[in-house]
């Protein structure tokens, strides 16, 4: 498969086979990965002070500024392969 392939059976891992117990600088690290890898660098600009989820994802988004999608992406593959080791598949 290639690197493309490899990334959307990752995101799928993800959302539907990964037990939902990921803690949530795990989430955010995967959130900031995804975003890099489809959209680019950060292009919108940060939430207001009153919106707590949204600042926080726009930060860990800002963080893989400078990254190429394709490093991204293989950065969420490795990472969500861990996420399935450590927190197991639900059945």
Request: aromatic residues 8%; charged residues 35%; negative net charge.
């Amino acid at each position: 498969m290639g690197l493309q392939e490899d990334f959307d059976a990752a995101v799928d891992s993800i959302n539907n086979k990964v037990n939902k117990t990921l803690a949530d600088d795990e989430l955010l690290e995967l959130y900031g990965l995804y975003k890099q890898a489809t959209v680019g660098d950060v292009n919108t600009s940060r939430p207001g002070m009153l919106d707590f989820k949204g600042k926080a994802k726009w930060d860990a988004w800002e963080k893989k500024k400078g990254t190429s999608q394709d490093e991204a992406k293989q950065g969420y593959i490795d990472l969500a392969g861990k996420m399935l080791e450590k927190h197991g598949a639900r059945a």
